[in-house]
C-alpha cells in the first residue's frame, strides 16, 4: 500500500534478507527501487530461471492436509514476476497435467495482458480433452458477456459439457 502511494520504502531493506523465498525477496527489493511501480523489477529478471519451475509445480499436490498447497504458492509467485511469466504461462496452456492448464488460464487472465484470450479460450473448449480445463474456459468465455453466447451454444451441444454450458447461458440470458 506505501509503495502504492510512492512511499520511500527504503528503510526496510535491511529486512528483505529474512525472507528465505528468492523470488519474494526479489520483489521487494523492486517495490523499495521503484517507487510508484514496477516496471524494470530489475532483481525478479534475475529470478527468471524459476519461472520455468514454478509453471510446472503448478500441477503438484500438497503432501498433507496441512502442507501449504504448492499450486496456489507457485501461483502467487508467478504474480509477482507479472509480465515477466507472460510467455512461460502460455507455455502451460500446452502441459500434460490438466491442473497446470487450468491454472496457466486463470493467470493468464489475472494478467489482462492476454491478446489471444478469447481464441486460445475457444481453442480449449473445443480440444483440451480434460473437463476441468474446458470448464475454466467456459468460465472465462462466458466474462464476454453476450459475446461468448454462440461458443457457449456449441458447448452446449456437448454432452460433457452441456449442464455447465446451459447454466451460464441462463446467466447471461439473465443479464439482458
Wanted: hydrophobic fraction near 45%; glycine fraction near 6%.
Amino acid at each position: 500500500l506505501l509503495h502504492t502511494f510512492g512511499e520511500d520504502l527504503r528503510e526496510y531493506q535491511d529486512a528483505v534478507v529474512l525472507i528465505a523465498d528468492p523470488v519474494v525477496q526479489a520483489w521487494f527489493r523492486d517495490i523499495i527501487a521503484e517507487r510508484r511501480g514496477l516496471r524494470r523489477r530489475d532483481n525478479l529478471n534475475q529470478e527468471t530461471e524459476r519461472i520455468r519451475v514454478l509453471v510446472r509445480q503448478l500441477g503438484d499436490e500438497p503432501e498433507d492436509e496441512e502442507a501449504e498447497d504448492p499450486t496456489m504458492a507457485a501461483a502467487w509467485r508467478l504474480l509477482l514476476f507479472g509480465p515477466l511469466a507472460h510467455q512461460e504461462i502460455r507455455h502451460g496452456l500446452g502441459a500434460k497435467l490438466p491442473k497446470v492448464r487450468e491454472a496457466c488460464l486463470a493467470l493468464l487472465e489475472l494478467q489482462r495482458s492476454w491478446p489471444e484470450r478469447k481464441q486460445d479460450l475457444e481453442e480449449r473448449l473445443r480440444r483440451d480433452i480434460h473437463p476441468s480445463v474446458q470448464h475454466a474456459a467456459m468460465e472465462l468465455l462466458a466474462m464476454d458477456g453476450r459475446a461468448a453466447i454462440p461458443v457457449l451454444q456449441e458447448a452446449a451441444a456437448d454432452p460433457f459439457l452441456a449442464g455447465r454450458a446451459g447454466e451460464l447461458l441462463k446467466e447471461l440470458d439473465g443479464r439482458r
